[in-house]
T-cell receptor, first 117, second 112 residues
Framework: AQKITQTQPGMFVQEKEAVTLDCTYD???????LFWYKQPSSGEMIFLIY??????QNATEGRYSLNFQKARKSANLVISASQLGDSAMYFC??????????????FGSGTRLLVRP | DAGVTQSPTHLIKTRGQQVTLRCSPK?????VSWYQQALGQGPQFIFQ???????QRGNFPDRFSGHQFPNYSSELNVNALLLGDSALYLC???????????FGEGSRLTVL
């Protein structure tokens, strides 16, 4: 079965500095996709970045980048130039294929990031 | 363009009661998935609806049931509520079975 592990329950970062949130995964499927979501206190899951298992380059979206190390089965999220609004829960997730070509997301337990002014 | 909307946002029930949560998908989306997020955990897949049918189901008991209407909106019903059902229930919609998921803000259920 597929599994996502996030070992950092909480992280602090100083405003304007970079921070790395760790994510490791386990799957036997050669084709997979990895996501990072931000969940503010409102509850909504906000999509940040996606990495496909066959993508040649690490994904980047503005201040977000994904440090994808396939051999180590890790997909760490790097947030550059942290802002106070980045304080939230962050979830790593993996796409798991189901029948009918549909899919579900398998989530890790999350990391709470607090940005200090 | 409205995103995914869920109602109610918060509710409190007692053990043994029944609850219905509602979800309106993002405009243009026809597939709805429900996730349960217990406190301090990541969301877990409950089930998925497409063409008014339950297509896929996660590891949840039959007390959890749902429905999708012709306008693609969906309901999640939970019978015989247990304390452990207290959670944030997230609805996600997509265009087709393989489209990108867009999440609502969730319905926070407290069972006393």
């Amino acid at each position: 079965a597929q599994k996502i592990t996030q070992t950092q329950p909480g992280m602090f970062v100083q405003e304007k500095e970079a921070v790395t949130l760790d994510c490791t995964y386990d799957t036997s499927d050669p084709s997979y996709g990895l996501f990072w979501y931000k969940q503010p206190s409102s509850g909504e899951m906000i999509f940040l970045i996606y990495q496909g298992s066959y993508d040649q380059q690490n994904a980047t979206e503005g201040r977000y980048s994904l440090n994808f190390q396939k051999a180590r089965k890790s997909a760490n999220l790097v947030i550059s130039a942290s802002q106070l609004g980045d304080s939230a829960m962050y979830f790593c997730a993996m796409r798991e294929a189901m029948m009918d070509s549909s899919y579900k997301l398998i989530f890790g337990s999350g990391t709470r990031l607090l940005v200090r002014p | 363009d409205a995103g995914v909307t869920q109602s109610p946002t918060h509710l409190i029930k007692t053990r043994g009661q029944q609850v219905t949560l509602r979800c309106s998908p993002k405009s243009g989306h026809d597939t709805v998935s429900w996730y349960q997020q217990a406190l301090g955990q990541g969301p877990q897949f409950i089930f998925q609806y497409y063409e008014e049918e339950e297509r896929q189901r996660g590891n949840f008991p039959d007390r959890f049931s749902g429905h999708q209407f012709p306008n693609y909106s969906s309901e999640l019903n939970v019978n015989a509520l247990l304390l452990g059902d207290s959670a944030l229930y997230l609805c996600a919609s997509s265009e087709g079975l393989t489209g990108e998921l867009f999440f609502g803000e969730g319905s926070r259920l407290t069972v006393l």
